[in-house]
């Protein structure tokens, strides 16, 4: 089993909606996680970092359920700009430094 | 966040030749790691470069393929070595925040775009 498995989407989503997706881990021991938006042919940039139970950054919500091991990206207000592959991330069970990341869930907001 | 610039942005190559991609950080950094995402697939990491000592490599990377330098805190370069094309990829650095390295946020360069032919 992989240890950040992730729905790939996309999910086409008309603007001004809401769209939300998950995205499990497999080590029950993960402290924090964190959501990278990647554009296209860009780096990925930190988006989120969740270390209790959620996070929330103006349109952006991330909430953590540690008893069934997902994470969740709400996004709400959706915006053209919003569209772009959402990657889920979480600290290796090998060492110290680690990330872990999911395969993407990409987002495409629609006029 | 650190601000991290890396050389070539872009790169054709001929098989068998070697490139060695640069990373260069604003502020002084432990640990720097160099990842690798190939077309439609998530990052892979590849090594985690730290400074005064050998970089760690994970499963299924090696040392003579992919070797690594770390002069200083702020710098790293990447080789890829006796390419062929199915190393074609993006190849990106990054580096923990040094003010929140508790965290294990990673910031990402732009990233270096490498084609084999």
């Known amino acids: 089993r992989k240890e950040v498995e992730q729905d790939p989407g996309p999910f086409n989503v008309p603007e001004g909606a809401t769209v939300a997706f998950n995205c499990t881990y497999s080590n029950s021991a993960s402290q924090s996680f964190f959501w990278y938006r990647q554009d296209c042919r860009k780096e990925p940039k930190l988006l989120m970092s969740v270390y209790s139970s959620g996070n929330e950054d103006g349109r952006f919500t991330a909430q953590l359920n540690r008893a069934s091991q997902y994470i969740s990206l709400l996004i709400r207000d959706s915006k053209l700009s919003d569209s772009a592959t959402y990657l889920c991330?979480?600290?290796?069970?090998?060492?110290?430094?680690?990330?872990?990341f999911g395969a993407g869930t990409q987002v495409v907001v629609t006029p | 966040s650190a601000v991290i610039s890396q050389k070539p942005s872009r790169d054709i190559c001929q098989r068998g030749t070697s490139l060695t991609i640069q990373c260069q950080v604003d502020s002084q950094v432990t640990m720097m790691f160099w990842y690798r995402q190939q077309p439609g697939q998530s990052l892979t990491l590849i090594a985690t470069a730290n400074q005064g000592s050998e970089a760690t490599y994970e499963s299924g990377f090696v040392i003579d393929k992919f070797p690594i330098s770390r002069p200083n805190l702020t710098f790293s370069t990447l080789t890829v070595s006796n390419m062929s094309p199915e190393d074609s990829s993006i190849y990106l650095c990054?580096?923990?925040?040094?003010?929140?390295?508790?965290?294990?946020?990673?910031?990402f360069g732009p990233g270096t775009r490498l084609t084999v032919l």
């Open positions: 990054s580096v923990e925040d040094p003010d929140r390295e508790a965290y294990n946020e990673q910031f």
């Open positions: 991330v979480a600290p290796s069970t090998d060492s110290w430094g680690k990330l872990q």
